[in-house]
């Protein structure tokens, strides 16, 4: 990968230049995990400002409402099971606390799974094992196993019903974990976001988030509701040639592969310096090309990106504009995007355009 990085999406972290690109690219993906780190990204992970989701309390849907009182129904065993797992967690990512990486077909069945979970209150017939010992393990048996604290995957891909069992047991181990960390006194939106960070009507914060909104509805067609975490940040400059910005994030409850949105926007007059769409499915639903087919795609889409710069954000000519078709390139040498560089004068644009459907994935601009 070429030794360049958006640092509108990543700053302050003092790694190398190849590491933020590797991390850019996870973030494009949506390569994170469900509680501490960006899955696979392992090496960053301390780096990185930690999410544990939690459920919003305040005009929150009946569906979250229900998902809600089911982890709160917990038992004291079964919470005392999860506080345990909790406890002895002590992976980077959450792939090194199971027994095999997920397969695709199962990941995606996890995406739509948990939207049945969350938003419609389908829970598991059966609640995932607890065991204390591996011994105890049956064939293809979905099952927490405390000796080595890692959850056991079946050997073939999981069904419908043990999906839901694997989305339950994440749900409720997050739970507990959220608890805990409410007893040491982290509060929602203070070192750690545990909710969405609660916002007051009429605030900066709560223009931020209705200006970032439509945004997300603009580019990407979406409109978002009480079901969606919204993590709220804010950033002082750190020069006077700086400016103040404005972080959300938005992304529904879930493992961490579903897609999620990262707006940043100038505090003084709200206008946007990155736009951003990730997420498992972003990539793996494209379709791919090889590198020298989207090389023959490259000047339609520099032309598309150009109207879309011109009519949102008011562009002109570009001084130039640079291409790139390998920089999410795959193993295989296939890549489902072309990434771009346009540059007016002191101001150089990033767009990250998906070949197949000749659209925009992520804006920034510096």
């Keep these: 990968m070429k030794n360049r990085i958006n640092k509108e999406l990543i700053s302050n972290i003092e790694i190398s230049e190849e590491m933020k690109n590797a991390l850019y690219k996870d973030c494009i993906k949506g390569r994170r995990t469900s509680d501490f780190t960006f899955r696979y990204s392992t090496a960053l992970s301390i780096a990185i400002i930690v999410a544990v989701f939690g459920f919003v309390s305040i005009g ?54 948990e939207r049945d979970y969350y938003d ?30 890692l959850v056991y995957l079946p050997e073939k891909d999981m069904d419908d019903e043990q999906i839901l069992e694997y989305i339950d047991h994440n749900a409720k181990k997050r739970y507990v974990n959220i608890q805990g960390l409410k007893a040491e006194g982290i509060e929602p939106g203070v070192g750690m976001a545990l909710e969405s960070t609660p916002i007051e009507a009429g605030s900066a914060e709560s223009k931020a988030k209705d200006a970032a909104e439509k945004l997300i509805k603009e580019f990407y067609g979406e409109k978002t509701d009480d079901s969606w975490i919204v993590l ?128 925009l994935i992520s804006f920034s601009k510096r």
């Design 232 to 359: 709220v940040g804010y950033f002082e400059p750190e020069t006077e040639e700086d400016t103040a910005v404005y972080s959300l994030n938005f992304f529904r409850p879930g493992i961490g592969y579903a897609t999620e949105y990262t707006i940043r926007l100038k505090a003084d007059d709200l206008s946007p310096v990155l736009i951003n769409q990730n997420g498992y499915m972003i990539d793996k639903d494209a379709k791919h090309y090889s590198l020298e087919e989207a090389e023959s795609k490259a000047a339609e889409g520099e032309e598309e990106m150009e109207k879309i710069l011109a009519k949102h954000f008011g562009f002109g000519e570009p001084d130039s504009v640079t291409h790139y078709t390998d920089s999410y390139a795959e193993e295989d040498s296939t890549t489902a995007f072309i990434d771009y560089e346009f540059v007016y004068g002191d101001t150089t644009v990033y767009l990250l355009y998906r070949i197949e459907d000749g659209r």
């Design 120 to 149: 419609k209150n389908v829970f598991p017939e059966n609640e995932m094992a607890h065991l204390k010992s591996k011994s105890e393990l049956s064939d293809d048996q979905l099952a927490y196993v405390e000796e080595d604290n």
């Design 60 to 113: 929150a849907s009946a569906a979250i409402i229900g998902v809600k009182a089911r982890l709160e129904g917990m038992s004291e065993e079964e919470y005392a099971g999860y506080k345990y797992e909790v406890d002895n967690d002590t992976f980077i990512s959450v792939d090194e606390g199971e027994s095999r990486e997920l397969t695709d077909a199962e990941i995606r069945k996890i995406i739509e799974l």
